[in-house]
T-cell receptor, first 111, second 112 residues
Framework: TQLLEQSPQFLSIQEGENLTVYCNSSSVFSSLQWYRQEPGEGPVLLVTVVTGGEVKKLKRLTFQFGDARKDSSLHITAAQTGDTGLYLCAGPVKAGNMLTFGGGTRLMVKP | DAEITQSPRHKITETGRQVTLACHQTWNHNNMFWYRQDLGHGLRLIHYSYGVQDTNKGEVSDGYSVSRSNTEDLPLTLESAASSQTSVYFC???????????FGQGTRLTVV
C-alpha cells in the first residue's frame, strides 16, 4: 500500500477541457511536491507546497495543499497537448530527505 | 550547468548475472537516491545515501546494493539479476528537505 494515492490513474481528454488530479494520504505531510514526467525522461519538479491550505499557480496549473496537509490537487485549465505526461505527487518521509511517490496520473490531451 | 547522468541508458542481461548501473552528479549534493519505476507502482525507493560512506535500504532493496565512496557517484548493483528486476531505474539527487529532486534520464534494464 502506497502512502500517497493518486486518482485517476489515467485520464484522456480533449484539448481545451479542464481537469483535476488528486493526491491523497492518511498521513500528514510537512510538504508535497508535484512532478511531471515525459516518456524517456526523468520527472521534473512543477511545484512544492508547504503550508496547509496553500494555493500556487503556474500559468494554467493550480496546485492546492489541503488544510490538514494530507492531500493535494492539481487543476489544469484549458488543457493543451503539451500537458500530456505522467503527473506524480511526492512527499518526504521519516523526517528526512527521502521522497515517497504516488502511483501517478497518466494524462493524455488529444488535439 | 550541474547535471546528473546515468549509464547505460539501456541494458539487456541474463538471469543470474551481476549488473552495475552508474549514476554521476555534479550538483555536489550529499543526498542521492535510486528508484525503480514499474507500471502501476510509480517510483519506489531502492537505496539512498546521505553522504560518503552512508547507505540505507529503501522499500524494495532486496537483491540490490549500493556504495558511496565519493560525493559524485552512487552505483547500483544487482547481485544476481532476476526477471522481476526488469524495470526502469532512476537516480536522483537533492540538496535537502523541500528542495527540488533532480533525476537522471533513467536506465531501462531487461533481464532475460
Amino acid at each position: 500500500t502506497q502512502l500517497l494515492e493518486q486518482s485517476p490513474q489515467f485520464l484522456s481528454i480533449q484539448e481545451g477541457e479542464n481537469l483535476t488530479v488528486y493526491c491523497n494520504s492518511s498521513s500528514v505531510f510537512s510538504s508535497l511536491q508535484w512532478y511531471r514526467q515525459e516518456p524517456g525522461e526523468g520527472p521534473v519538479l512543477l511545484v512544492t507546497v508547504v503550508t496547509g491550505g496553500e494555493v500556487k499557480k503556474l500559468k494554467r496549473l493550480t496546485f492546492q495543499f489541503g488544510d490538514a496537509r494530507k492531500d493535494s490537487s492539481l487543476h489544469i485549465t484549458a488543457a493543451q497537448t503539451g500537458d500530456t505526461g505522467l503527473y506524480l505527487c511526492a512527499g518526504p518521509v521519516k523526517a528526512g530527505n527521502m521522497l515517497t511517490f504516488g502511483g501517478g496520473t497518466r494524462l493524455m490531451v488529444k488535439p | 550547468d550541474a547535471e546528473i547522468t546515468q549509464s547505460p541508458r539501456h541494458k539487456i542481461t541474463e538471469t543470474g548475472r551481476q549488473v552495475t548501473l552508474a549514476c554521476h552528479q555534479t550538483w555536489n549534493h550529499n543526498n542521492m537516491f535510486w528508484y525503480r519505476q514499474d507500471l502501476g507502482h510509480g517510483l519506489r525507493l531502492i537505496h539512498y545515501s546521505y553522504g560518503v560512506q552512508d547507505t540505507n535500504k529503501g522499500e524494495v532493496s532486496d537483491g540490490y546494493s549500493v556504495s558511496r565512496s565519493n560525493t559524485e557517484d552512487l552505483p547500483l548493483t544487482l547481485e544476481s539479476a532476476a526477471s522481476s528486476q526488469t524495470s526502469v531505474y532512476f537516480c536522483a539527487t537533492r540538496r535537502g528537505v523541500n528542495t527540488e529532486a533532480f533525476f537522471g534520464q533513467g536506465t531501462r534494464l531487461t533481464v532475460v
